[in-house]
């Protein structure tokens, strides 16, 4: 006789949070599997003039990040479509000279095919970046990136995240020739954040009943404090918005007192040091701040998370997300919700 | 013997969107005062291939609003720059056939001088387009678009925002030699929705006790879900949150309850029609909508403002946020607040 085993809320979320030292191991020792060398050596032989990328919720965050990375290490101008410009107005732009790669875990919301369909007829070099090789967004594209972060259940995006942001750094450096070996010293540093866990879950109580959230960052780590507010916003329905930190300054910080947290993204680098004009003025409002970061930014704020030192800025976004998923997590089962399946939402979002 | 008069909240904001279809007709006359058909001009003659935009606060979502006009009309590929990458990150990307379009009410943010110094340097072509001919962006251009809405005092920028929307419409349709005459119907629907401010006022009473809100759109009408959303923020300290119809349901739709307002915005036209797979989902977790917009819309809704017909979808992103800007002054005022001089704010900000 065999039982069924009862769902513990969040257990998926959890064991796919913990996976991805494993899956990002899995991505540089598998490279070429992957697809990644490929297409740059296609993106290489094309010498796109301007990038573009689609995607939507999570991967809308990942596609950010790769748009600094474009614009930063490239030289190229970059942006990010709006679908409903090609779907629904019909758009048909000149993409002669372009790059558009199209981000999805699932590689099956129908806009982002019809709008990778539509920009290779309209002569653009077009990219899938998914988790899923045999879907229409692979399909549907000249060359596909399998992220290899394996089956993802959970309905908030976790190792899919991390391993987009990782295939695409990867991607993106390869086409311009560079050295990818400092990746290498990603995965055990994420095993040390996640043996880290209890930090975390301590922290989650401070926030137990904190209805509305700001996050803030600058530069690579801005996608990381948009993410951080969607997961918190998906999982425990808290009000979390992310802001830039210069973009806080144009308006956001009137929102700020001591009854709204924030959280704000201290990274080693540029990014980091550009938050200096923010911290400043957010302890003006006798903001409430918890600051993940360098040692010597978390020391500053009323309450923190260190990251662990031996990243460069440049990749460090994949270790900053991590503590925001556990947040996440925890928060989410500590006010008796279920992470795996929140309200009102599926796996596979289509949207036309 | 003369006295001051005591400050009463929200006069300057009240004033100024009063003023607006005042704006709009300065503009419209002036069109060659304005700079316009030079920039115009200037701009068809270089033939760019792609359209950068660069901008903060309440000017990015105007910039928003110019890249729907930039992909759907032009059919060029169009993104909003991050400042950082060539401030703080010292980026110095190849910009040849590219034109950048700064946005700035005051023209005087020095992150943003400096993106449109380094786009000059690197090959584009730039245009600025600010509320002050002279300002540090405006020299810093080679072609300059005074929105002429006169001297904006309320912290909370309301008439340089439909004037930046007005000015790009009227520069990007001249760019493509278009007609622009429809937009001459718009002043007068402007005066009709301003006589209407006691619905408003009624509305506002509906949300005193809102402390989270959601605004929604798709295509044209998403740059006023965003600004209606910054709005509310920093006049209300609400905190409200924008998603496009599609990216709702990608994530945030979870956060939506009985007790967070949701305000859609449905104009007619393909972004309201592209609506109508966002409406149901919203009803199915029971969300209390106020929708703005075209009457069948309003009519379904629990709640709502109708829009006035006789203006074509590209240009009722002016009429769409009047409603929300009066909404924000009348919650902000009977909240206690000030809305002309929001906590932590002032009329500049400079960020770097």
Redesign the interface.
């Known amino acids: 006789m065999t039982t069924v085993a009862p769902h513990r809320p969040g257990h998926l979320m959890a064991a796919e949070i913990a996976e991805q030292p494993a899956a990002w191991r899995r991505l540089l020792a598998g490279i070429d599997a992957a697809g990644i060398d490929a297409a740059a050596d296609l993106i290489r032989s094309r010498a796109p ?2 990038v ?1 990328f689609v995607a ?3 991967s ?1 965050h990942a596609a950010l990040y790769a ?2 990375l474009v ?2 290490r ?13 779907t ?2 019909g ?5 002669r ?2 790059l558009m790669i199209g981000i999805s875990q699932s590689g099956g919301s129908p ?1 982002l095919v019809r709008t990778l369909e539509v920009a290779r007829a309209q002569g653009a070099l077009t990219v899938a970046v998914t988790n899923s090789a045999g879907s229409p967004l692979a399909a549907a594209a000249h060359a596909h990136v399998d992220v290899l972060a394996g089956p993802e259940r959970s309905v908030a995006a976790t190792k899919s995240y991390t391993a987009q942001l990782l295939a695409l750094y990867l991607l993106l450096e390869r086409v311009r020739g560079a050295d990818t070996s400092v990746a290498a010293a990603l995965p055990d540093l994420g095993d040390a954040l996640l043996a880290r866990d209890a930090e975390i879950a301590a922290l989650a109580q401070r926030y137990r009943f904190a ?2 959230m700001l996050t803030t960052a ?2 690579y780590s ?1 996608p990381t404090a948009r993410e951080a507010a ?1 997961k918190l ?3 425990s ?1 808290v ?1 979390a ?1 992310a802001f ?1 930190g ?2 806080l ?9 001591p009854q ?1 947290p924030v959280f704000a993204v201290v990274a080693e680098g ?2 980091g ?2 938050m200096r ?1 923010v911290l400043p ?1 957010l302890a ?2 006798s903001a409430d701040v918890c600051c993940v970061g360098h040692p010597a930014a978390v020391e500053a704020a009323a309450t923190g998370f260190t990251l662990p030192a031996g990243a460069p800025e440049v990749l460090s976004p994949l270790l900053e997300i991590v503590p925001f998923q556990l947040l996440a997590l925890h928060l989410a089962v500590g006010r008796g919700g279920d992470p795996d399946a ?4 599926s796996k596979i ?1 289509e ?2």
Do not use: C, F, N, W
Request: charged letters at 25%; glycine letters at 10%.
């Open positions: 003039r301007t573009l939507r919720g999570t809308d748009k600094y614009e930063i490239h030289g190229l101008p970059a942006g990010l479509v709006s679908p409903s410009t090609m629904a107005y758009a048909r732009p000149d993409l000279d372009v806009d209805q509305r600058r530069g801005y969607l916003m998906e999982t329905y009000s918005q830039s210069a973009d300054l144009h308006g956001p910080l009137a929102l700020v007192d709204v540029v990014g040091t550009a004009d003025r003006e409002r929140p309200r009102g939402l979002t949207t036309l």
